[in-house]
């Protein structure tokens, strides 16, 4: 239904000006959130799928950054030309993101309950009558953190780090967002407590509606968590699908690399690497890029970009060899 639509981008591309010249880091991108929906979103290191997201947030450097899109709705808002200012007003309240270190995002200097007080005051989310403490322990309790009480009048510096990631995804629905943005929120914690966040990311989706785009390397955990999948690759997004066709049927070359590189699961022979390097942004190979690492390229893939083939409910992938099978 269009009225589910939480992110609607057509056409994405941004280059962003850096000492060695203007690097195109997302290339005519498309993305789609729903309401109650996790968007995984996967690929190696500087493939750009943390620009990708933080363009959501109009978190890119200003003055260095430039972005075009033939649509770019958030919450049926067009952003295409928003401010600073705008911006800000989105931040917290529409869209909130949850990082990868905690610790950093959180302040040292105050303690959890003034740093959650502040966010439930910007977000005008509650009216004019509400207590800020007992949405807070509300929150914290929802997080599952124990003896929420005392939470609120410790400093980050006196939590484990799982505890405080749970902070840090309170203060980041403190705000009642609607799209919650998570970049590799769990990479720096245990197994156990890593289940843990992802089984409250799950109650996000199901029982707020909340949208979540969730950032990971590891496609074990875009497993557990995600309905549905981009594998990103060179700014680009090389195949789209739900977690179900992702993982039984992948199509592009890329995807069937990385899972042939888990340790366990269907695809596991033996234990196999992708072959080569990313490429460089500023230099990508002519054709598709991926044709250097590429076990089955042909002539045609140095030669010319491919073109995007649907396989049906939504399935997509950006490969020559789809032509080969006539789709
Ligand atoms: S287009 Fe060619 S090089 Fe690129 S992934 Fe497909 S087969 Fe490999």
């Known amino acids: 239904m269009m009225n589910d639509i939480l992110v ?32 995984g979103v996967v690929g190696e290191s500087g493939c750009g799928k943390s620009v990708m997201v933080n363009s959501l947030m109009g978190l890119l450097p200003e ?14 808002e067009n952003c295409q030309e928003y401010e600073e200012e705008d911006w800000n007003e989105m931040r917290g309240t529409t ?11 959180l302040n040292p200097i105050l303690t959890i309950g003034e ?15 509400y207590d800020e403490k007992a949405i807070a322990l509300d929150l914290l309790k929802k997080m599952g953190l124990s003896t929420p009480e005392k939470r609120l009048t410790q400093y980050p510096h006196e939590l484990s780090g799982g505890m405080r990631q749970r902070v840090c995804i309170a203060m980041a629905v403190a705000g009642r967002p609607k799209i919650l943005i998570c970049d590799e929120p769990t990479t720096a914690l245990d197994t156990t407590t890593e289940a843990q966040i992802l089984r409250l990311m799950q109650t996000l989706a199901v029982e707020a ?15 557990q968590l995600c309905d ?14 739900t977690v179900e066709d992702l993982f039984n049927d992948p199509r592009h070359p890329y995807t069937i690399g ?4 888990l340790p366990q699961g269907k695809w596991h022979g033996e234990l196999t690497a992708i072959d080569g390097q990313p490429p460089d942004l500023y230099d990508l ?3 598709c890029a991926f044709n250097p690492r590429c076990k089955w390229a042909m002539r045609i893939c140095g030669k010319r970009i491919p073109m995007v083939s649907n396989i049906g409910n939504n399935h997509e992938y950006t490969c020559w060899l789809a032509k080969l099978e006539g789709l």
């Open 228 to 241: 549905r999948v981009m594998v990103m690759y060179a700014g680009k997004c090389v195949e789209s699908a």
């Open 209 to 223: 509606g909340i949208g979540i785009i969730f950032i990971s390397h590891n496609l074990r955990v875009i497993a």
């Open 258 to 261: 990385l899972l042939m590189s």
């Open 8 to 39: 609607d981008v057509r056409n994405l591309s941004i280059t962003i000006d850096t000492f060695r010249g203007p690097l195109r880091v997302i290339r005519n991108q498309d993305i789609m959130l729903r309401k109650g929906e996790i968007l």
């Open 285 to 287: 190979p002519r054709g």
């Open 95 to 105: 869209v909130a993101m949850v990082f990868q270190d905690p610790m950093t995002a």
């Open 63 to 76: 003055g260095r950054t430039k972005i075009k899109s033939e649509k770019f709705e958030i919450d049926g």
């Open 115 to 129: 740093q959650i007080y502040e966010v439930i005051h910007r977000s005008n989310a509650y009216g004019d009558d």
